[in-house]
C-alpha cells in the first residue's frame, strides 16, 4: 500500500480509513472488535514476519523486531496493549505504520477493508469512554452496522517509548517576546494527550492558549470572537492572533479548518499552523492548497513556539 495511491483531496472533510480487527478469547465463545487508522499513516500490510528479540523492551506488547527493506521496525501486539487476550483464529496481519517520522508495526487478528468517512460521521467518545480506555480512542465511527473505534497510534507509541518526547522547552528570546505581546491562540486538537502538552508549551513560551478538541467548536469559537469584536467595536486581532490545529479531528478535520478560515474575509487573515503527526513531504501540499501558513510535524514540537512567534511578528511588520 502506498501513500501515493491514497491521497484525498484537501479540505474535503474526508478521511480514509484502514479497518481492522482483534480476535479476542473469551469464555462462552470469542469476540471481534473493529478498529480503524488513518490510510496516511499506513505503508503496507504484511503477514506475520521473522522476528528477532529486542532485549529489555520496554513494554510485554512489544514482541520484537523484523528488517523491512533494510529498516528494522518494531513489532507491537496491540491486543497485548490492549489488555485482551489475542485468539488465533487465522494467519494474523501485521500493518506497518510511519507518523511523527517514526516507523513501528502492530500486530492485528485481520484486515476487512479501507472506508472512505466523511469527519462529520466521526463521533469524539464521551469522557466516560475514553476514561475507561485510558485515553487511546480519538473517534467513534458507525460502519456497516457495527461500531468501530480509531485509536489513538500516537498515544500508544508515546506510552511505549516515553523517552521519545521531544524536546519542548522555549528559548528566552521566545519566551520574552511572546508574554510581551500577549498574543492569544486558539488551539484545536481531539487528543486529550496532545492537547495539553501543545497548551503547555505555549503557556511556557508566553502565550495565551484557549483550546477546543475538534475543527468545528474550533470554527464556532472563531465566529463567535468575530460578533463580539463587531459588537464591542474592537479589531478581532484584540481575542485571538494565531491558529494551531491538528489535521485528523473528529466533526472537522485541520485542512477544512484552515480552508473555511482563509475563505473568511473576516478570518483569513489569521495565521495558521497545522500541528500533526502525519506532517510529511508526501501530504504537505495538502497543507500548502488549504492555505496554512506554516506546518510543523508532532516529532519537532520543539519547532511550534518559534514557528507561531516568527508568523505573527512578520504579519505585524
Wanted: proline share 5%; net charge negative.
Amino acid at each position: 500500500m502506498s501513500e501515493n495511491k491514497i491521497l484525498l483531496e484537501s479540505g474535503t472533510n474526508e478521511l480514509e480509513i484502514v479497518e481492522f480487527y482483534l480476535d479476542e478469547s473469551r469464555l462462552n465463545g470469542g469476540y471481534r472488535g473493529y478498529y480503524g487508522i488513518n490510510v496516511a499513516k499506513v505503508l503496507e500490510i504484511l503477514q506475520m514476519p521473522e522476528l528477532t528479540e529486542m532485549p529489555e523492551a520496554s513494554h510485554p506488547a512489544v514482541l520484537g523486531a523484523f528488517n523491512l527493506r533494510s529498516e528494522i521496525i518494531p513489532l507491537i501486539d496491540l491486543a497485548g496493549w490492549l489488555h485482551k487476550e489475542r485468539s488465533e483464529k487465522e494467519p494474523p496481519k501485521v500493518i506497518v505504520t510511519e507518523f511523527n517520522r517514526t516507523k513501528s508495526a502492530f500486530l492485528v487478528s485481520g484486515v476487512t477493508r479501507i472506508h472512505r468517512i466523511g469527519w462529520q460521521e466521526v463521533e469524539a467518545p464521551t469522557k466516560y469512554v475514553s476514561s475507561l480506555t485510558v485515553n487511546s480512542i480519538t473517534g467513534v465511527v458507525k460502519i456497516a452496522g457495527r461500531i468501530t473505534f480509531i485509536l489513538d497510534m500516537e498515544k500508544i507509541c508515546m506510552d511505549l517509548n516515553p523517552e521519545s518526547e521531544p524536546d519542548m522547552e522555549p528559548t528566552e528570546a521566545v519566551r520574552k517576546a511572546a508574554a510581551h505581546k500577549e498574543y492569544r491562540v486558539l488551539l484545536a486538537d481531539d487528543s486529550t494527550m496532545a492537547r495539553k502538552m501543545i497548551a503547555n508549551i505555549l503557556n511556557a513560551a508566553g502565550f495565551k492558549v484557549h483550546a477546543e478538541e475538534n475543527g468545528e467548536l474550533a470554527m464556532q469559537y472563531l465566529l463567535n470572537l468575530k460578533e463580539r469584536a463587531k459588537a464591542e467595536g474592537r479589531p478581532l486581532s484584540g481575542y485571538v492572533n494565531l491558529v494551531i490545529t491538528d489535521i485528523e479531528m473528529p466533526s472537522m478535520d485541520g485542512h477544512t479548518l484552515t480552508r473555511r478560515i482563509k475563505e473568511d474575509p473576516d478570518l483569513r487573515h489569521l495565521p495558521v499552523v497545522l500541528c500533526s503527526s502525519i506532517i510529511t513531504e508526501t501530504l504537505h501540499h495538502k497543507g500548502i492548497a488549504v492555505g496554512a501558513d506554516a506546518q510543523v510535524s508532532k516529532a519537532e514540537l520543539g519547532e511550534l513556539a518559534p514557528r507561531a512567534l516568527k508568523l505573527l511578528e512578520e504579519q505585524a511588520d
